[in-house]
């Protein structure tokens, strides 16, 4: 009898995450990224293994962010500015247009969570996976 009221409410939790995630796709817009967050990356730049913290903060707005990236790069450690602008979808990806220090700008992808995104950039053998989480979140 408990198993049976432990899957009850088991499947009772999952629904209910469920419909909370697709409540939540269903709002996405530039709204959906407002504010400051941390975000940590990595990756590797022509087999030159890159890692990064940057912080970031969001203007839906203006559909614009700034911030920092502190990158380690095979050792040896940098701070850069960073400016984007970005366009949040109703099914919650997004695109940017991201640019870091004097380097050219480069187009990136990522998908909105209810507490962060999740980001994936590659281009001409430079790859970076992450994800950032909004300051202040649990």
Same mark, same amino acid.
């Given at each position: 009898?408990?198993?049976?009221?432990?899957?009850?409410?088991?499947?009772?939790?999952?629904?209910?995450?469920?419909?909370?995630?697709?409540?939540?796709?269903?709002?996405?817009?530039?709204?959906?990224?407002?504010?400051?967050?941390?975000?940590?990356?990595?990756?590797?730049?022509?087999?030159?293994?890159?890692?990064?913290?940057?912080?970031?903060? /969001?203007?839906?707005?203006?559909?614009?962010?700034?911030?920092?990236? $502190?990158?380690? $790069?095979?050792?040896?450690?940098?701070?850069?500015?960073?400016?984007?602008?970005?366009?949040?979808?109703?099914?919650?990806?997004?695109?940017?247009?991201?640019?870091?220090?004097?380097?050219?700008?480069?187009?990136?992808?990522?998908?909105? $969570?209810?507490?962060? /995104?999740? /980001?994936? /950039?590659?281009?001409?053998?430079? $790859?970076?996976?992450?994800?950032?989480?909004?300051?202040?979140?649990?």
């Amino acid at each position: 009898m408990i198993s049976k009221t432990l899957r009850i409410a088991r499947m009772f939790v999952l629904a209910s995450f469920a419909l909370s995630s697709a409540a939540w796709a269903a709002t996405c817009s530039n709204a959906s990224l407002s504010g400051t967050y941390g975000f940590l990356h990595g990756g590797n730049n022509s087999g030159t293994p890159v890692i990064a913290l940057s912080q970031a903060t /969001f203007d839906s707005s203006a559909g614009a962010y700034t911030g920092e990236v $502190t990158e380690n $790069t095979d050792g040896v450690i940098t701070t850069e500015s960073l400016t984007a602008t970005y366009a949040v979808v109703s099914n919650c990806t997004v695109t940017a247009s991201v640019r870091v220090g004097s380097h050219p700008a480069v187009n990136v992808a990522f998908v909105v $969570t209810p507490t962060g /995104f999740l /980001f994936l /950039f590659q281009k001409l053998g430079a $790859t970076s996976s992450g994800f950032g989480v909004k300051q202040g979140s649990g």
